[in-house]
T-cell receptor, first 113, second 112 residues
Framework: ETGVTQTPRHLVMGMTNKKSLKCEQHLGHNAMYWYKQSAKKPLELMFVYNFKEQTENNSVPSRFSPECPNSSHLFLHLHTLQPEDSALYLC????????????FGQGTRLTVV | DAKTTQPPSMDCAEGRAANLPCNHSTISGNEYVYWYRQIHSQGPQYIIHGLKNNETNEMASLIITEDRKSSTLILPHATLRDTAVYYCIVRAGGTSYGKLTFGQGTILTVHP
């Protein structure tokens, strides 16, 4: 248990579906992140939120839409995904300013059919 | 952030020390060396980090060369549960300490 909880752990969705991934942290952190890990590839940073504001979007397609309503919660809204979007989606949190570690959730294994 | 080079895989016998090397020859003065590991299909787990001094915690030791161009992560008594992918990451100080650039890492296999 890292203090970062992701739900659901597994998700299968059709290409026309809309679904959302949820991330919650109770570590008092003020920065949250979404990463994507495709098969046989390194983790790729998708989005960065500092103090609820998006500070980075690494050229992520608009079919992925993040939302950060407060410092403890982060969502990733999914719509009209492609099969190549199937991957492990990981959420992380950290402090914005202090040189400490990031904590990762266990991830959501997403399969697009 | 500086690029790192790690061997793709290593083996270690259970109970022995595992020494995982990392080259970061282009590291600059304000960049830290971080180590994370990822056990199969789980989220990465922080291990240790340092700037220029050697560091030790309950999980591991980090040895950084004097010129800071390479480092070694040492797991003093490896167990089967240490089998994982180990990532060496170099990043500057500043903000957003979860903003990490992962490479392919080293697959460490600990065998009985």
């Amino acid at each position: 248990e890292t203090g970062v909880t992701q739900t659901p752990r597994h998700l299968v969705m059709g290409m026309t579906n809309k679904k959302s991934l949820k991330c919650e942290q109770h570590l008092g952190h003020n920065a949250m992140y979404w990463y994507k890990q495709s098969a046989k590839k390194p983790l790729e940073l998708m989005f960065v939120y500092n103090f609820k504001e998006q500070t980075e979007n690494n050229s992520v397609p608009s079919r992925f839409s993040p939302e950060c309503p407060n410092s403890s919660h982060l969502f990733l809204h999914l719509h009209t995904l492609q099969p190549e979007d199937s991957a492990l989606y990981l959420c992380a949190s950290s402090q914005v300013m202090a040189n400490t570690e990031a904590f990762f959730g266990q991830g959501t294994r997403l399969t697009v059919v | 952030d500086a690029k790192t080079t790690q061997p793709p895989s290593m083996d270690c016998a259970e109970g022995r020390a595992a020494n995982l090397p990392c080259n970061h020859s282009t590291i600059s003065g304000n960049e830290y060396v971080y180590w994370y590991r990822q056990i199969h299909s789980q989220g990465p787990q922080y291990i240790i980090h340092g700037l220029k001094n050697n560091e030790t915690n309950e999980m591991a030791s980090l040895i950084i060369t004097e010129d800071r161009k390479s480092s070694t992560l040492i797991l003093p008594h490896a167990t089967l549960r240490d089998t994982a992918v180990y990532y060496c990451i170099v990043r500057a100080g500043g903000t957003s300490y979860g903003k990490l650039t992962f490479g392919q890492g080293t697959i460490l296999t600990v065998h009985p």
